[in-house]
T-cell receptor, first 115, second 114 residues
Framework: EAGVAQSPRYKIIEKRQSVAFWCNPI?????LYWYQQILGQGPKLLIQ????????DSQLPKDRFSAERLKGVDSTLKIQPAKLEDSAVYLC?????????????FGPGTRLTVT | AQSVTQLGSHVSVSEGALVLLRCNYS??????LFWYVQYPNQGLQLLLK??????LVKGINGFEAEFKKSETSFHLTKPSAHMSDAAEYFC????????????FGQGTRLTINP
């Protein structure tokens, strides 16, 4: 079974530029998550989708961050404009519904550096 | 509200020695608890999970953890450390019901000395 795919793996941009990350979850996984992991910290949930609807985006900085999940499969996370403090690893995860919904599978992440 | 505290941002043990990584949680609802491992430049991999069944949970790579409600703890142990265990370890909590939001601790970096 293929895992969670993310691209790009690394991205370097200047502040005030925009950037987008892509995630393809495990086939059949209804729930998709985006996490931000700042160096030296644990991952923090930014947004959670159930199919193509948003379940939780309470910690998403909506003035600069946006996310969508088209057709309930792939998802993109965008930052516009980027700030220095957005430098982090952005992790995508997915999970099944039902009894296995608590087990999340993570992708390799996208490491963003804002200069 | 839920939170996790991992005691010790860095733990160093000798190869073959006992590994003990500490995790305490706070949860207003019955919790599900998890340990994840992260190797350099990789995503997180689930080591083990507690979902209200047996309190002693066995995971991959010889790790296990015990849920102690009275101590609100979920410490991770391995009897004998291997060099390949060097990584970052994260404890996480979620509610047993409703949304499955994971709240992570700060992480513990495990170093294995030869």
């Amino acid at each position: 079974e293929a895992g969670v795919a993310q691209s790009p793996r690394y991205k370097i941009i200047e502040k005030r530029q925009s950037v987008a990350f892509w995630c393809n979850p495990i086939s059949g996984h209804a729930t998709l998550y985006w996490y931000q992991q700042i160096l030296g910290q644990g991952p923090k949930l930014l947004i959670q989708f159930q199919n193509n609807g948003v379940v939780d985006d309470s910690q998403l900085p909506k003035d600069r961050f946006s996310a969508e999940r088209l057709k309930g499969v792939d998802s993109t996370l965008k930052i516009q404009p980027a700030k220095l403090e957005d430098s982090a690893v952005y992790l995508c995860a997915s999970s099944l519904e039902g009894a296995s919904r608590h087990e999340q599978y993570f992708g390799p992440g996208t490491r963003l550096t804002v200069t | 509200a839920q939170s996790v505290t991992q005691l010790g941002s860095h733990v160093s043990v000798s190869e073959g020695a006992l590994v003990l990584l500490r995790c305490n949680y706070s949860s207003s609802v019955p919790p599900y608890l998890f340990w994840y491992v992260q190797y350099p430049n990789q995503g997180l991999q689930l080591l083990l999970k507690y979902t209200s069944a047996a309190t002693l949970v066995k995971g991959i790579n010889g790790f296990e953890a015990e849920f102690k409600k009275s101590e609100t703890s979920f410490h991770l142990t391995k009897p004998s450390a291997h060099m390949s265990d060097a990584a970052e370890y994260f404890c996480a909590v979620s509610g047993a019901q409703g949304a499955q939001k994971l709240v992570f601790g700060q992480g513990t970096r495990l170093t294995i000395n030869p």
